[in-house]
């Protein structure tokens, strides 16, 4: 009898902590959900430019575009049909995700000369000396309130990456 109800007691015990670790996982569940949700920043781009509609694929192996092939280089593509509205400034990060692209038109000011790209962290609007993180398109200058406008940037295979606004 005493090891009938020992054996009870341990089943008692063992659905009671299969209970407790539901909960639990519940609860971390839970308060993963919050923190993700609070901590999602949206980045709208908000900037003053009127649309421009992007769609450019690019090769890799062409040698206009190599440089791509090397985390922290990039390229300009010149503006054009469907290349932006002063062209588009392109990153290799090297970190996830591979590829950053902006919008070369300075986002706070009616400036007709594209922003530039050092490889620095910053591009920079030569009509007012405003700067603008690569890493997220931040604007860098005090006073300044728009994100550069960063387009969406696929990559296809390992050497054909679509650039795009929608």
């Given at each position: 009898m005493r090891f009938n109800t020992n054996v009870q007691n341990i089943c008692k015990l063992q659905a009671f902590t299969n209970k407790l670790q539901i909960i639990t996982m519940q609860k971390l569940l839970y308060l993963f959900l919050i923190?993700?949700?609070?901590?999602?920043e949206k980045n709208e781009t908000n900037d003053i430019l009127p649309f421009a509609?992007?769609?450019?694929?690019?090769?890799?192996?062409?040698?206009?575009?190599?440089n791509l092939q090397i985390p922290t280089e990039w390229v300009y593509i010149e503006k054009g049909a469907n290349r932006g509205l002063q062209g588009i400034i392109i990153q290799s990060t090297g970190l996830t995700p591979p590829y950053k692209a902006y919008e070369r038109a300075c986002p706070n000011n009616d400036c007709t000369t594209p922003m530039v790209f050092d490889g620095s962290l910053k591009m920079k609007c030569?009509?007012?000396?405003?700067?603008?993180?690569?890493?997220?398109?931040?604007?860098?200058?005090?006073?300044?309130?728009?994100?550069?406008?960063?387009y969406k940037v696929n990559q296809i295979n390992p050497s054909t990456l679509i650039i795009t606004n929608n």
């Open positions: 923190v993700a949700l609070i901590s999602c509609n992007v769609d450019v694929t690019l090769n890799l192996n062409l040698p206009q575009y190599q030569p009509c007012d000396n405003s700067e603008y993180s690569i890493i997220d398109g931040a604007p860098q200058t005090a006073g300044n309130s728009h994100f550069a406008r960063e």
